[in-house]
T-cell receptor, first 113, second 114 residues
Framework: AQKITQTQPGMFVQEKEAVTLDCTYD???????LFWYKQPSSGEMIFLIY??????QNATEGRYSLNFQKARKSANLVISASQLGDSAMYFC??????????FGKGTRLHILP | GAGVSQSPRYKVAKRGQDVALRCDPI?????LFWYQQALGQGPEFLTY????????KSGLPSDRFFAERPEGSVSTLKIQRTQQEDSAVYLC????????????FGQGTRLTVV
C-alpha cells in the first residue's frame, strides 16, 4: 500500500531564504509519481510540481524543485528565495491505483518578514 | 467558470440532518474526485467519477455517504443523518483524465456538525 510521511508539522523560515520540506514515501509499484500541493488559508489545493519515478532529472517549476532520491524513498520539495505568499500548508502525495491520490499529513510553512 | 466551484463554502448542520454538497468541475473535465479533509490532516479519497460513471467509491466511510454525477458534469455529495465525526472540509477536484498531475481543486465546503 502507498504511504506518505511528512515529519515536519510546522516550519518557520525567514523571507528570502530557501526552504526544504521533507517527504518520504512507501510504495510497492515499480512505476509511480510524486506530487506536491500547496494549500493556502483559502482552502484550495494548488498543484506545484510532479516527478515520475523514471524521470532522470529532478523536476523544476520556477522557484520549486523536487529533490528526488529513489534509494532513500524521499521526494523533498525545495522552495528557493521564499516569499511571504509561500506561507501555507504543503502536502506531498502519491498515486494509488488508477484513480486516487494518497496525501501526507502536511507541513505548515510560515514565512517571516 | 474558470475553476472548480463548490457550494456552499460553509455548512453547519445539526446532528441527524441530511446535507448536500455541490461541485461544479471545470468544463470538459472528464474525471471528478471527492476528498475529505479533517482538521490538521491531509485530504483522504472518498470517490471518483469518470464522466457519469462512479468508478471507485471505496473511500466513502459509510452507507450514509452517497455521491452522484448524473450528467457527467456537476456532482453532488450527500451525507445522510450527519454525525459529529463527519465534520471536515470536503474537497472536489477535476482533471481532463485520470489522476493527471494538474488535478484542479475547489476551495472546499467546510461542514460542521453540531
Amino acid at each position: 500500500a502507498q504511504k506518505i510521511t511528512q515529519t515536519q508539522p510546522g516550519m518557520f523560515v525567514q523571507e528570502k531564504e530557501a526552504v526544504t520540506l521533507d517527504c518520504t514515501y512507501d510504495t510497492s509499484d515499480q512505476s509511480y509519481g510524486l506530487f506536491w500541493y500547496k494549500q493556502p488559508s483559502s482552502g484550495e489545493m494548488i498543484f506545484l510540481i510532479y516527478q515520475g519515478s523514471y524521470d532522470e532529472q529532478n523536476a523544476t517549476e520556477g522557484r520549486y524543485s523536487l529533490n528526488f532520491q529513489k534509494a532513500r524513498k524521499s521526494a523533498n520539495l525545495v522552495i528557493s528565495a521564499s516569499q511571504l505568499g509561500d506561507s501555507a500548508m504543503y502536502f506531498c502525495a502519491i498515486p494509488h491505483g488508477d484513480d486516487k491520490i494518497i496525501f501526507g499529513k502536511g507541513t505548515r510553512l510560515h514565512i517571516l518578514p | 467558470g474558470a475553476g472548480v466551484s463548490q457550494s456552499p463554502r460553509y455548512k453547519v448542520a445539526k446532528r441527524g440532518q441530511d446535507v448536500a454538497l455541490r461541485c461544479d468541475p471545470i468544463s470538459g473535465h472528464v474525471s471528478l474526485f471527492w476528498y475529505q479533509q479533517a482538521l490538521g490532516q491531509g485530504p483522504e479519497f472518498l470517490t471518483y467519477f469518470q464522466n457519469e460513471a462512479q468508478l471507485d467509491k471505496s473511500g466513502l466511510p459509510s452507507d450514509r455517504f452517497f455521491a452522484e454525477r448524473p450528467e457527467g458534469s456537476v456532482s453532488t455529495l450527500k451525507i445522510q443523518r450527519t454525525q459529529q465525526e463527519d465534520s471536515a472540509v470536503y474537497l472536489c477536484a477535476s482533471s481532463l483524465a485520470g489522476r493527471e498531475p494538474e488535478a484542479f481543486f475547489g476551495q472546499g465546503t467546510r461542514l460542521t456538525v453540531v
